[in-house]
């Protein structure tokens, strides 16, 4: 079965240093997102990305953060100066199609980040 | 602002019983709702995926319900075991936009103890 790849797993960097997360979404997929998920606490959208550009963004996407498909398959966030509440884990996924009919979107395994 | 809550938070039963996961949201204009298994630490395993237009879906012991007018979606586990301890997520799919989103709950924490 198609899977979204993220790396790595686990990046640990230093506080206001910049990170990149990498995804490759299922190769036919057209709608690409990131989530978060602090510890403890609930999965929270990020963005959505629709024919190289945001198509929706919530209020923790601010400045600091920014997205890419810097070629025809990898997805990349990234973080510019990192504070130690960006500490969480990131999810990649990927659709097929943005509305109905939808057949649901595919998770990645997640990259935990590690800010100290 | 759709909100999504997951009651009870944590469940304990006793291997083989049979059990039942609450998910409700608030705003009835949803195309699709997902249930995930998450495991401590790690990622995001798809359970089932309920179309807005399906009532139910099932998958082995699980079944999957919608009720779109009421707001609320049950996940049912039958003949639970052990390797089914995890946390269980319900996300509610959305659009306002040409691309969607999911919402997700707090998760219920499953504990089934031999």
């Known amino acids: 079965e198609p899977e979204v790849t993220q790396t790595p797993s686990h990046q640990v960097t230093q506080m206001g240093q910049e990170v990149i997360l990498r995804c490759v979404p299922i190769?036919?997929?057209?709608?690409f997102y990131w989530y978060r998920q602090i510890l403890g606490q609930k999965v929270e959208f990020l963005v959505s990305f629709y024919n190289n550009e945001i198509s929706e963004k919530s209020e923790i996407f601010d400045d600091q953060f920014s997205v890419e498909r810097p070629d025809g398959s990898n997805f990349t966030l990234k973080i510019r100066s990192t504070k130690l509440e960006d500490s969480a884990m990131y999810f990649c996924?990927?659709?097929?199609?943005?509305?109905?009919?939808?057949?649901?979107?595919?998770f990645g395994s997640g990259t935990r980040l590690t800010v100290v | 602002k759709q909100e999504v809550t997951q009651i009870p938070a944590a469940l304990s039963v006793p291997e083989g019983e049979n059990l039942v996961l609450n998910c409700s949201f608030t705003?009835?204009?949803?195309?699709?709702l997902q249930w995930f298994r998450q495991d401590p630490g790690k990622g995001l395993t798809s359970l089932l995926l309920?179309?807005?237009?399906?009532r139910e879906q099932t998958s082995g012991r699980l079944n999957a319900s919608l009720d779109k007018s009421s707001g609320r979606s049950t996940l049912y586990i039958a003949a639970s075991q052990p390797g089914d301890s995890a946390t269980y997520l319900c996300?509610?799919?959305?659009?306002?936009?040409?691309?969607?989103?999911?919402?997700f709950g707090d998760g219920t924490t499953l504990t089934v103890k031999p």
């Open positions: 190769s036919n997929h057209l709608y």
């Open positions: 996924a990927s659709s097929l199609r943005g509305g109905p009919p939808n057949y649901g979107y595919t």
């Open positions: 309920i179309q807005s237009s399906q």
């Open positions: 705003d009835s204009a949803i195309y699709n």
């Open positions: 996300a509610v799919g959305s659009y306002n936009t040409n691309a969607g989103k999911s919402t």
